[in-house]
């Protein structure tokens, strides 16, 4: 069912676990996951990226395909489908749409500004019946070969944006997107320790959950992170999958260039990939 994520984080912190946001692009992505939180009576988060949503023409699409998926394939367990990292016309425009949370990304703001388009955009939400993520701390990842190291967002700063009524706060502490370097310093726990008390204790987001060693994950729960993201991890095992399927030559046997059968192994990588990824964040279970 298809709700927003306010209850399903406040339960992830009181219960000591993390909610997984994963990532959709298409249409087997989305079946894949949720299949997988079904299967494992997981509550879990359909991120979708402004460049997500425009690839599949729309936020619009994007709400009716989760919306009639959920229906068609009997899926019970808690389903939020949500913003990831939109703007402030993004933001607007996924209400419109029918999402059922959003996420503004005011991070590259100074923080005045941050927090005036936060402020319009939690009553906007919280009118409609939507659950709204914020951010302080802009997120490490690489662009154009540069790969940026990862912010560690002021606490101060944190309590500020916490205070105007967000549902749950993402807080950069040395995280960053896509593939981690060698020479990565790891999370920041201090830095995560100072958030969580400075923000009376909301439900805090770990953004760049691919690759971070699992007991850095765990010790982060236990300072708070109660959602944490995943993306690059289901695109690289959808990949690979993918790459042994052909290069094996399934593709040429019989009708094995079906894009349902050429996208069969793929789909069922990112399903064991959710799964795995349930089991660590503590959430199978909990729906």
């Avoid at 299967?39 to 359909?46: G, Y």
């Avoid at 607007?92 to 936060?118: L, Q, R």
């Avoid at 912010?151 to 997107?177: P, T, W």
Wanted: aromatic share 6%; charged share 20%.
């Amino acid at each position: 069912m298809l709700v927003n994520a306010t209850e399903m984080l406040q339960k992830a912190r009181d219960g000591h676990y993390a909610v997984g946001q994963f990532n959709i692009n298409n249409l087997e992505w989305t079946k894949a996951a949720l299949q997988a939180a079904q299967e494992m009576n997981s509550p879990i988060i359909l991120g979708v990226s402004e460049g997500a949503g425009k690839y599949m023409t729309g936020f619009k699409t994007v709400a009716a395909m989760v919306k009639a998926m959920i229906d068609t394939l009997g899926i019970t367990v808690p389903v939020a489908l949500h913003l990831d990292h939109g703007s402030y016309e993004g933001a607007k425009a996924c209400v419109e749409a029918g999402f059922s949370s959003i996420m503004f990304d005011g991070s590259h703001y100074a923080i005045d500004e941050n927090v005036a388009k936060t402020t319009e955009l939690v009553a906007l939400a919280h009118e409609n019946g939507l659950s709204i993520e914020a951010e302080v701390g802009s997120i490490g990842g690489e662009e154009d070969g540069v790969v940026g190291m990862g912010e560690i967002a002021d606490a101060a700063e944190c309590a500020r944006i916490a205070s105007l009524g967000i549902d749950f706060l993402a807080a950069g502490i040395g995280n960053i997107h896509g593939v981690y370097p060698s020479n990565w310093k790891g999370l920041d726990f201090d830095a995560l320790e100072k958030i969580h008390n400075a923000t009376d204790h909301i439900p805090l987001v770990l953004h760049g959950g691919t690759g971070i060693p699992d007991d850095m994950i765990k010790k982060a729960i236990s300072l708070g992170v109660s959602k944490i993201n995943v993306n690059t991890e289901c695109q690289l095992a959808f990949a690979k999958a993918t790459r042994e399927y052909i290069e094996a030559g399934k593709d040429q046997q019989g009708k094995g260039f079906d894009p349902r059968k050429l996208l069969a192994p793929g789909a069922e990588a990112i399903k064991n990939t959710v799964k795995e990824k349930m089991e660590l964040f503590g959430s199978v279970g909990k729906a």
